[in-house]
Every structure is written in structure tokens, then in C-alpha cells.
């Protein structure tokens, strides 16, 4: 199984980060998967595979940095390579809440995500975990048929936490907005609480993403390392990360 980073600034985009927001995509033999379809994430994916191979998208939660490039891949599938049908899991609701700017006919299957119903996807096994964060948001575990894991954060706050899923992840991909002392908001997460989070969880190696553009990139990852008790490793555009 393969990450490969497609966006990771927090909540905007910023030159910094390679400009776009949270995308991953997770691969396994013939299987893809695009996560999180935030603003340019949909130009790297085109760098990184031919759209119509994927397999299924998955959108965590409505908030625009991570689902707006989701209208890119429709007019791609429904006027261009006419396609129907095509897997894309979202929380109940998410159909009407983005069907106000789009058209969307029967170029997806809208799958409404389940927190207690894994989901067999190609070669991959999901499973979802709802987060503390505004609105429904769910965290994403993946995992292949060697029982190899990753754990996707999505946004939280830290009254939610990767130990919903099984301890020892391969890999944990973890929302890291703020530094520790300049938490601007509850419903995201320090480097500190990142780390702190994932050692508890006993991942094996710990992915900081969504930092807030202005903060130093440096300060978080080193927090974040500091709680870990091991190195973390910071997101950028175009990181391969296998699992
Ligand atoms: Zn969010």
C-alpha cells in the first residue's frame, strides 16, 4: 500500500505547501483511492494517475478545503468520459449540500459513510471513525490483505483520537494545525496533541499534515516529533509514503 500526498495546506491553500488542500491518494495494486478532494488536490491526482483509473473517492467532511475539487472530477466523468455510477463516500448529506452548485445525474454512487459498517473497497478494507470536528467528519483507517494500516485523521479536535481504531497503525496521517501554545481553535489539533495522540495509539510512523499556512512548519513537526518520541514527517505535495 502507497500514500502519495496530493495537498495538505490547512484550510487554505498557500504557496508554501505547494498551494493545494487536503488530497491523498492510497494505493494498492489496481486499487486507488482519492481522499479528500480539497482545492487543487484534482491537478496533482492528474499528475500522479489517469483520473479514470480510480477506484472510489472518499470526502471526510463538507468543509470546502476538503471537498470542492470533487466538482472537477464530475464534469471530467460525466462530460468527458461519461461515466456512471462511480463509488464516492460522504457523509449523509453531502449529495444536497454540494448539489447546490452542481448537476450531478448518475455520475456517482453516493455512498452515505457508516462509522459501523467497514467497507470493502477493490484490494482495501475502509473503516470510519466520526471526529470532533464541525459538521460530520469522519476519520479513515485503510487496510490491505496483509492487515497493513493507515489511519487519516481528517480535521479533529482533541476530544476525539486515532485509539477509536486498533493500537499500532503502520502509518497515522494526522491533522496538525497549530502550534501548541497558539491554539486558535478547538476543533483542530496541535503537533503536540498530533503526537502525543499517535504514541498512545503505538502507531509505527507518524504523517503531520493540514498545518495552518502561517504557522513555521518546523515548530509543529518538532512538537509533534517531541510527543511522538520518534521523528514525524511532514506532509508535502508529491511525498510517497508506503505502508
Ligand atoms: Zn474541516
Do not use: K
Amino acid at each position: 500500500m502507497e500514500l502519495t500526498v496530493l495537498g495538505c495546506s490547512g484550510s487554505y491553500g498557500s504557496p508554501a505547501a505547494g498551494a493545494a488542500c487536503s488530497g491523498y491518494l492510497v494505493r494498492e495494486g489496481d486499487t486507488a483511492i482519492w481522499i479528500d478532494c480539497g482545492n487543487g488536490s484534482f491537478v496533482n491526482l492528474q499528475r500522479q494517475i489517469d483520473p479514470a483509473d480510480l477506484t472510489a473517492v472518499v470526502i471526510t467532511h463538507t468543509h470546502p478545503d476538503h471537498c470542492v475539487d470533487l466538482y472537477g472530477l464530475h464534469v471530467m466523468y460525466r462530460y468527458g468520459l461519461e461515466r456512471t455510477g462511480f463509488p464516492v463516500f460522504a457523509p449523509a448529506g453531502t449529495e444536497e449540500a454540494m448539489g447546490a452548485l452542481a448537476s450531478w445525474g448518475d455520475t456517482f454512487a453516493w455512498l452515505a459513510i457508516d462509522p459501523g459498517d467497514p467497507a470493502p473497497v477493490g484490494d482495501l478494507r475502509l473503516a470510519f471513525s466520526r471526529t470532533d470536528h464541525p459538521p460530520p467528519t469522519y476519520a479513515v483507517e485503510l487496510t490491505n490483505a496483509a492487515d497493513r494500516r493507515m489511519i487519516y485523521t481528517s480535521d479533529t479536535g482533541p476530544n476525539w483520537s486515532v485509539d477509536a481504531f486498533a493500537p499500532g497503525a503502520d502509518v497515522v496521517l494526522s491533522e496538525a494545525s497549530y502550534r501548541h501554545d497558539d491554539r486558535r481553535s478547538p476543533i483542530h489539533l496541535s503537533g503536540t496533541q498530533a503526537g502525543a495522540a499517535a504514541r498512545a495509539a503505538g502507531a509505527e510512523r507518524l504523517v503531520l499534515t493540514h498545518l495552518w499556512p502561517e504557522v513555521d512548519p518546523a515548530v509543529v513537526v518538532g512538537e509533534g516529533s517531541e510527543a511522538f518520541g520518534a521523528r514525524a514527517t511532514l506532509a508535502a505535495v508529491d511525498l510517497v509514503v508506503p505502508i
